[in-house]
T-cell receptor, first 113, second 113 residues
Framework: AQSVAQPEDQVNVAEGNPLTVKCTYSVSGNPYLFWYVQYPNRGLQFLLKYITGDNLVKGSYGFEAEFNKSQTSFHLKKPSALVSDSALYFCAVRDPYTDKLIFGTGTRLQVFP | GAVVSQHPSWVICKSGTSVKIECRSLDFQATTMFWYRQFPKQSLMLMATSNEGSKATYEQGVEKDKFLINHASLTLSTLTVTSAHPEDSSFYIC?????????FGPGTRLLVL
């Protein structure tokens, strides 16, 4: 079965420091991978995706993610965190059989001033 | 990026009444839209997949007669919660599929008294 794991419920980082939010996946075939961010009482905002091509994907708001096929990971990164990056982050993979998105459980990112 | 709107953003209703939530893709056409429900501090739960011009496909455990979905055009899908009860109180989020990516609406907070 297809699945996504976000092993950390919460990540704390000081403003200005680099951040990483982890995601691993299990899917048949080539994965379509996505990162979304959710602010309180809001829907999900699309950050970036990996479909094919370069393993390092650049997205919105200075975020990037690295696709690692051997480790089946798609970690979200940012070189310098901002307080305004504090939010809930979801990793997702598209199920190649149903075309539905499968979400991880979410990671809450807290950036401290 | 692609924009998906939802209306209303929040609604309070009495038990037994019906509530309609609209989801629109503003700058792209979406043959497929999705409806999710999100419980506090949890990930998104897919309720149903809506295809323009055809009946929605509901996930297991979701009552199709209670959660009526209509996808009458390529830019509009509606979710009607019929005979709402307090346990239907939740955050409902719609999503529209653009090219290779799902874009999400801002969500509708429903409170049933």
């Amino acid at each position: 079965a297809q699945s996504v794991a976000q092993p950390e419920d919460q990540v704390n980082v000081a403003e200005g420091n680099p951040l990483t939010v982890k995601c691993t996946y299990s899917v048949s075939g080539n994965p379509y991978l996505f990162w979304y961010v959710q602010y309180p009482n809001r829907g999900l905002q699309f950050l970036l995706k990996y479909i094919t091509g370069d393993n390092l994907v650049k997205g919105s708001y200075g975020f990037e993610a690295e696709f690692n096929k051997s480790q089946t990971s798609f970690h979200l990164k940012k070189p310098s965190a901002l307080v305004s990056d504090s939010a809930l982050y979801f990793c997702a993979v598209r199920d190649p059989y149903t075309d539905k998105l499968i979400f991880g459980t979410g990671t809450r990112l807290q950036v401290f001033p | 990026g692609a924009v998906v709107s939802q209306h209303p953003s929040w609604v309070i209703c009495k038990s037994g009444t019906s509530v309609k939530i609209e989801c629109r893709s503003l700058d792209f056409q979406a043959t497929t839209m999705f409806w999710y429900r999100q419980f506090p501090k949890q990930s998104l739960m897919l309720m149903a997949t809506s295809n323009e011009g055809s009946k929605a496909t509901y996930e297991q455990g979701v009552e199709k007669d209670k959660f009526l979905i209509n996808h009458a055009s390529l830019t509009l899908s509606t979710l009607t919660v019929t005979s709402a009860h307090p346990e239907d109180s939740s955050f409902y989020i719609c999503s529209a599929r653009g090219e290779q990516t799902q874009y999400f609406g801002p969500g509708t907070r429903l409170l049933v008294l």
